[in-house]
């Protein structure tokens, strides 16, 4: 009897080991999502100007996207487009072809002189409110490891019971 108590007990730690040893891949993989923006390249198009760009990322985040104007001829020339629609805010998703409408004629009516101009897109990243899925994975390795624990022990009725000590209920009138 206690030779197979022992190896349930033995088997409860492997399953428990096992179960540690998946998860640990996915907190590191975890750690490695990073936000990166690659691709960027725009094109004028009348009174319009499209960006491009990707946004790789994790999708569990909140992408913010920002673009600045730059000129490689003036260092001090930085413009923030304020007409832009398109993938760009508070709420942009990760993926390829993303697009950044600019409607700068409303913002410079007698265009912009030169052809040295760029683009620069940034991305702010935040955590979504919630549970962590990290947190969803945790629980159910401890929720599996319990069971299989219980499961394993086969119900022993040598253990007391947990009512004991207390009265019987009152009877229904």
Partial sequence: MLRALGRKRSIAGVLV?????????????????????ENVRFEVAGELVYIYYDLVGPADRIHKIGVTLYRESDRNFLYGPVN???????????????????????EFPE??????????IETETEKKEGISSLIWIGGGVAVA?????????????STPSSTAGFPPPPGRP
């Fill in 84 to 106: 832009i629609t398109g993938d760009v805010g508070t709420i942009v998703f990760p993926g390829k072809g993303r697009r950044i409408t600019w409607d700068f004629t409303k």
């Fill in 17 to 37: 080991w096992l179960m540690v040893l998946q998860v640990a891949p996915l907190s590191l993989l975890a750690d490695e999502e990073r936000t990166a923006i």
């Fill in 111 to 120: 265009g912009l002189a030169g052809d040295d101009y760029f683009f620069v």
């Fill in 145 to 157: 490891g319990v069971l299989a624990i219980v499961l394993l022990s086969g119900g022993d009725s």
